[in-house]
């Protein structure tokens, strides 16, 4: 019996089964015969998303959902994402000299 042509993703000891890497897939474009880009993309977008929900466990963060409007909330893991790159990302305000080059 053979192997899946694809083979699971382990990030920091956390499998990522190929079966949703392949569920994945569907949401990345690829060339026409190419169906190789949209699972290494699926692959990598997987193992980003595995990596921010490993940071929101190690820094201790509680999942706060927010009302994404008509009726629709955020889900847990996505909550945490957003806190993880609230929490991480600091933005840096752009000078008068990147204002008037990009307008």
Do not use: S
Not at 44 to 57: C, F, H
Not at 88 to 97: A, C
């Amino acid at each position: 019996m053979r192997g899946p042509l694809q083979p699971d993703v382990v990030v920091n000891a956390e499998r990522i089964p190929a079966r949703l890497i392949a569920a994945e897939a569907q949401n990345h474009a690829a060339p026409p015969g190419k169906p190789g880009h949209a699972w290494r993309a699926a692959a990598r977008a997987l193992a980003v998303r595995a990596l921010l929900l490993q940071e929101a466990r190690r820094l201790g963060l509680a999942p706060e959902p927010r009302d994404l409007g008509a009726g629709r909330r955020e889900v847990p893991e996505e909550a945490l994402i957003r806190a993880v790159i609230e929490r991480r990302m600091q933005p840096v305000p752009p000078d008068e000299d990147a204002c008037r080059a990009f307008y």
